[in-house]
């Protein structure tokens, strides 16, 4: 059972930075074909990609971050950050850590952290 805790959403403005962290118990992106990211979901609209990393570190971006966002690990691979720049108000969303099982192809799902960019 992997269980993920994320921190570091808040409020910013626009052209802002924040950097989202989340730390998985029980899981590591570094083995077993892992996968760990962030996705982000706003109201009546479904969940979308934000980033993701794998255990061989090749990080995917959804189309609107991609120059923006940088999603990198920890040494461990138990942690993994998002570093999030030039914020728009469109990023406005609640922002959702995840973690792909390579093994059993479980996927595991933070609680959200709510990220506002005001302009």
């Known amino acids: 059972q992997v269980q993920l805790v994320e921190s570091g959403g808040g409020l910013v403005q626009a052209g802002g930075s924040l950097r989202l962290s989340c730390t998985a118990s029980?899981?590591?992106?570094?083995?077993?074909?892992?996968?760990m990211g962030w996705y982000r979901q706003t109201p009546g609209k479904q969940r979308e990609l934000v980033a993701t990393i794998n255990s061989g570190r090749t990080t995917n971006y959804g189309d609107s971050v991609k120059g923006r966002f940088t999603i990198s690990g920890d040494n461990a691979g138990n942690t993994v950050y998002l570093q999030m720049n030039s914020l728009k108000p469109e990023d406005t969303a609640i922002y959702y850590c995840?973690?792909?099982?390579?093994?059993?192809?479980?996927?595991?799902w933070g609680q959200g952290t709510q990220v506002t960019v005001s302009s």
């Open positions: 029980g899981g590591s992106v570094s083995y077993n074909n892992n996968r």
């Open positions: 995840h973690f792909l099982s390579g093994q059993n192809h479980m996927n595991y």
